[in-house]
């Protein structure tokens, strides 16, 4: 199952759970960026709350990262943190991270991650780590160049097969423009996104951070090979389209809307 941002929202994540329970077969959750790892205790109850969770539900909970993540700890858990054998990093029994940049394989499918996005409201978290005291906001959010760069440098810039992109932050080609932020970092954020689609070319993208439904195809050629890439955007927390379930083995994508709107 995939999921969009969740905000460190413990309900939402559990309701979530409950979702794949009853679907049935479904062992993975992975949250698409904007999970909840916040500062301090609160993102330390957050995480005890789902881990106990999922473990009594038998279900492991991933999270790739977004832009309003604590990146000082995330960071340390995927840098020094035990690691699961597809480069997972454990923060507690049954819950995951993923460094920014990330590939793996699933079901015999090849996933790649490009994590993180542009806060358009990081003076004001400035600000509330200035009169409060307590820090909201990471500098480290953002997918680099380097970062980009990196990827394109290995196998999957090279005509490798990649099924399935993970991203936090939407493609500058998406075509419902209204939700897109204008300002300029998080244009050239949106470039960075382009770079990595344009360069593995995924089956599929699934995205988080504009908490809005999108759907669409975007025709990504190469050396006169155009290729087809099915974009989905997911709506964040509760909302009705905030979950996809991927079946590894068909490769079919579902909505889960109906499901989530039963159990609400």
Request: net charge negative.
């Amino acid at each position: 199952m995939l999921v969009g941002d969740t905000h460190g929202d413990a309900l939402t994540v559990k309701r979530k759970i409950d979702v794949a329970k009853r679907i049935g077969g479904i062992e993975r959750i992975v949250v698409l960026g904007d999970f909840g790892l916040w500062w301090g205790m609160e993102g330390l109850k957050f995480i005890e709350e789902i881990n106990d969770y999922a473990k009594a539900n038998n279900v492991q909970v991933f999270a790739i990262p977004g832009n309003h993540e604590n990146y000082e700890w995330w960071n340390a858990v995927v840098e020094h943190g035990p690691v699961k054998a597809h480069g997972w990093a454990y923060v507690a029994s049954n819950v995951l991270l993923s460094p920014r940049v990330h590939d793996f394989m699933w079901g015999g499918k090849q996933f790649v991650v490009a994590g993180g996005a542009v806060s358009i409201d990081r003076d004001y978290r400035e600000e509330y780590r200035r009169t409060k005291g307590k820090r909201i906001w990471s500098p480290d959010e953002q997918l680099t160049d380097a970062e980009v760069d990196a990827l394109l440098a290995t196998r999957f810039g090279n005509g490798v097969h990649v099924d399935y992109l993970l991203t936090h932050d939407c493609s500058n080609r998406t075509p419902f423009g209204h939700r897109l932020k204008p300002d300029i970092d998080s244009q050239i954020h949106r470039q960075r996104v382009d770079r990595v689609i344009d360069g593995i070319r995924p089956d599929f993208h699934f995205h988080g951070h504009m908490h809005e439904k999108y759907e669409w195809g975007n025709l990504v050629p190469r050396d006169g090979d155009p290729h087809w890439v099915y974009t989905y955007g997911l709506e964040c927390n509760d909302d009705m389209w905030s979950a996809m379930v991927l079946d590894l083995k068909t490769g079919k994508v579902e909505w889960t809307s109906i499901l989530l709107h039963n159990l609400i």
